[in-house]
């Protein structure tokens, strides 16, 4: 989420579990920004989508911060509950009106990519953009929209970034309008309601409501048998990671990168060293590549590699992948 001023101070993360309906990330038109009420019990609380857990992996509902968990279960320990969830049109920012970003792929910016996203839309939901007439694409999971072309320099920019939601309705932004992001923003996880013995029953979701969801506890940094934890091989931590941050037992959260640590199988304690190997990271960064006639490479100016990034990491032939940054390489003629 971009760093800015929020009035919404909790925030969750949704996963792919069955229960979840439409709200999981991956059938919902990209619902990171939006806001989600939470109720486990407690207090039906409010909070920002800023991630998806576990995905596809089927067994996470909603991940929520300490804090999060602590008033929607009304302070029970740390653990598996079941939760109504439903979607709001709450401002998660304190601005009163929509907020544009940009993420430039290096600090001068590029005039042939640029990802671009509206906030604070108070419940629309995106469903396409364009930036000085060129159509972009979903940045990931992501509610930020993908641009390559001829788009121009950010500053003093009089190309429109237009945004249409799934209700019809469309906002049109100047570019040189839109707010760069530097750093992520990140919730903090301090609880603000002290927490109590576990209530003495506790209530299911009803069957009726279609935004029933299994909640994940909120995660910690040791081992544990509990639900809420990842499993062998499965995100576990990262910049900007909002899921889970233990894994389940006989794995330990590794680190392979400042954007991706990951569950490997703890090696046995009985043999020298561990005969699993860890897969290799599933993102790839390549600093430049080769041109090749295979028809699964990238377009020239389109994106072939940075970190998250899960496309062709080679480009047709007259062109070659350019590192621009960590997160973006792209596709230039040769």
Not at 229 to 253: F, M
Request: hydrophobic fraction near 30%.
């Amino acid at each position: 989420m971009p760093t800015t001023e929020y009035s919404v101070q909790h925030a969750v993360a949704l996963g792919d579990e069955a229960a979840m309906g439409l709200l999981t990330a991956q059938s919902s038109n990209h619902l990171c920004g939006q806001v989600v009420s939470v109720d486990c019990g407690g207090t039906a609380v409010e909070a920002v989508v800023a991630s998806v857990c576990n995905i596809n992996a089927y067994n996470c509902g909603v991940d929520m911060i300490r804090k999060t968990w602590d008033e929607a279960t009304g302070g029970q320990s740390p653990g598996i509950a079941q939760c109504t969830v439903s979607l709001k049109n709450t401002l998660p920012m304190t601005s009163a009106s929509p907020e544009c970003f940009f993420r430039p792929s290096s600090e001068t910016g590029n005039e042939w990519y640029a990802s671009v996203g509206i906030f604070n839309t108070g419940g629309r939901l995106p469903v396409s953009a364009t930036l000085n007439g060129i159509a972009g694409t979903f940045n990931g999971g992501s509610a930020f929209f993908d641009f390559s072309g001829s788009i121009g320099p950010h500053s003093g920019s009089s190309a429109q970034f237009i945004t249409t939601f799934a209700d019809g309705t469309s906002i049109s932004v100047p570019f040189s309008q839109c707010t760069h992001t530097g750093e992520t923003y990140i919730w903090s996880s301090a609880s603000t309601t002290p927490a109590t013995t576990a209530p003495t029953t506790t209530t299911s979701a009803s069957a009726a409501t279609t935004s029933a969801s299994t909640t994940s506890a909120p995660a910690s940094t040791t081992a544990s048998t509990g639900g809420s934890c990842s499993a062998a091989w499965i995100q576990c931590g990262g910049l900007a990671w909002g899921g889970a941050t233990c894994c389940v037992e006989g794995n330990t959260c590794t680190r392979q990168s400042d954007h991706y640590s990951q569950c490997v199988p703890t090696p046995s304690t009985s043999t020298p060293a561990s005969t699993t190997a860890i897969p290799a990271s599933t993102t790839a960064t390549p600093a430049s590549t080769t041109a090749s006639t295979g028809g699964s490479c990238s377009a020239v100016w389109v994106q072939c590699g940075g970190l998250s990034w899960g496309g062709a990491t080679c480009c047709m032939e007259g062109s070659i992948c350019t590192r621009q940054s960590d997160y973006y390489s792209q596709c230039v003629p040769a």
